[in-house]
């Protein structure tokens, strides 16, 4: 099984897990906080960098100097806001044969193959995705099947972009294209076969991961099976600790998920085993890792915090869930 990767000249181990940094930041962190939790990388987004203006902001500095973290970041290709937007509501957008339009508080935002490579290497990313078109596994064959052709027309432009731009690059990003096909196996294995033969620096398993509050785990098997096995593959969205742990028995090595920083926000802690609701007791010494928040605080006085100063607490606890996260990968690698 590969257990690392080099990326630009910094040293991957896997299985690693990417936090959400969506719009170039993760709320209530700061850089000092993201390497004192030793998380392995961030995922930033590039529909919203496009939709909050920063792309040109950040490219003056590079990604990595933007947000003063020098680890591996990969940027998702804005194929995700298809299903959370477009799909869902129809009236914030069109899918076009090689654009998508999105129609947000009269603001037009166009993505193409091409210009997602384009501000992708203008941020400075050590992962590129191309862009696809996802979708949930519940939609139609049919809907599954326009899916798998717009992403496998768009990974072709997406990689003839990135050769043309990346031609004279000394130390080029990778490039990664996304298995779409739903729950149906012949169209997810026409996906993949069809990618494959483009040859990507790496794979992922695209879509909603979760079919009816269920992790797919055996559609996430198959699809794997399908992957070679001398590139990373990526189980994008998924992020539950034992469904990562189910995962990289299956083979996938690198995830990524808002849950545990989101959780944090929320009040849940991630221990060994279990997520915890943030109540008015103290926390068992088994409970306790080696985070900030279990060094110098209770449980309790955790749960004051979230009444007194929000702030505090928000940061607390997400340092807590992303240092849970990062030795729960340690453990794996």
């Excluded at 996430?220 to 600790?241: F, H, Q, R, T, W």
């Amino acid at each position: 099984m590969l257990n690392r990767i080099n990326i630009r000249g910094k040293i991957l181990n896997l299985p690693a897990f990417f936090p959400d940094a969506t719009s170039g930041f993760i709320k209530s962190m700061d850089s000092n906080d993201l390497n004192e939790c030793n998380i392995d990388g961030v995922v930033v987004n590039t529909y919203h960098l496009l939709k909050n203006n920063f792309i040109d902001k950040i490219e003056k500095k590079g990604i990595h100097n933007y947000m003063n973290f020098n680890k591996p970041i990969v940027s998702d290709s804005g194929g995700f806001q298809i299903m959370s937007l477009i799909h869902q509501s129809p009236e914030l957008g069109k899918i076009h044969k090689n654009k998508i339009i999105f129609l947000l508080d009269s603001k037009k935002i166009e993505l193409t193959p091409e210009s997602c490579i384009q501000l992708q290497l203008k941020i400075g990313s050590d992962i590129i995705m191309c862009l696809d078109d996802c979708t949930r596994a519940e939609s139609s064959f049919k809907e599954q099947e326009k899916s798998v052709e717009r992403t496998i027309r768009w990974a072709k432009k997406c990689k003839k972009e990135f050769e043309k731009l990346t031609k004279n690059m000394k130390n080029k990003p990778k490039i990664f294209a996304i298995v779409q096909g739903g729950d149906y196996k012949k169209l997810r294995k026409k996906c993949a076969e069809s990618l494959i033969k483009m040859g990507f620096d790496g794979y992922s398993f695209g879509g909603f991961p979760v079919k009816k509050g269920k992790l797919m785990k055996n559609m996430l098997e198959y699809v794997s099976n399908l992957l070679p096995d001398d590139k990373p593959k990526y189980a994008m969205g998924i992020g539950k600790p034992q469904d990562i742990i189910d995962c990289v028995k299956l083979g996938y090595n690198i995830f990524d998920c808002v849950i545990p920083t989101r959780d944090a926000r929320h009040k849940r802690l991630f221990i060994p085993g279990k997520e915890i609701k943030v109540k008015p007791k103290y926390f068992n010494e088994k409970f306790k890792c080696d985070c900030r928040l279990c060094k110098n605080f209770t449980l309790t006085e955790l749960h004051n915090f979230f009444q007194t100063d929000r702030k505090k607490a928000e940061k607390l606890a997400t340092i807590h869930n992303l240092k849970t996260y990062s030795n729960l990968m340690k453990g794996l690698q």
